[in-house]
């Protein structure tokens, strides 16, 4: 992982709500999915089911940076893929940035 822009707000955590945009790539450079077209994502930390080398990166920032993680096909889709634009044992580039950490509010 790379920290390329550090914020200065609240650390991420367990039990948190993380707003985020990205941009994911695979190692080649080909595009796969990217939060300007979509809109920015919400993670309910160590609670989401999503990517566990994602999790495992996020626990590294806080709210305001922007990172680059390279994450192995074990940490991420793995022998599967995603059955749409990740294919099986893709090694992937995730650039992130963390837009808002908050409580989980029921």
């Known amino acids: 992982y790379m920290i390329y822009k550090e914020g200065q ?3 991420v955590e367990d039990n948190v709500i993380v ?3 990205f941009k994911v790539n695979l190692i080649n450079g080909v595009l796969c999915d990217e939060s ?3 809109g920015p994502k919400e993670i309910w930390m160590g609670r989401s089911d999503v990517v566990s080398g994602l999790q495992e990166g ?3 920032l806080r709210e305001g940076d922007k990172a680059k ?6 940490l991420a889709y793995g022998w599967i893929g995603d ?3 990740i294919p099986s044992r893709a090694v992937l580039v995730y650039d992130i940035e963390i837009l808002q950490v908050r409580d989980y509010n029921i």
């Open 83 to 85: 059955s749409k634009s």
């Open 69 to 74: 993680f390279i994450i192995p096909s074990h």
């Open 19 to 21: 707003r985020y945009n």
């Open 58 to 60: 996020f626990m590294l």
């Open 9 to 11: 707000g609240r650390k």
């Open 36 to 38: 300007s077209k979509t």
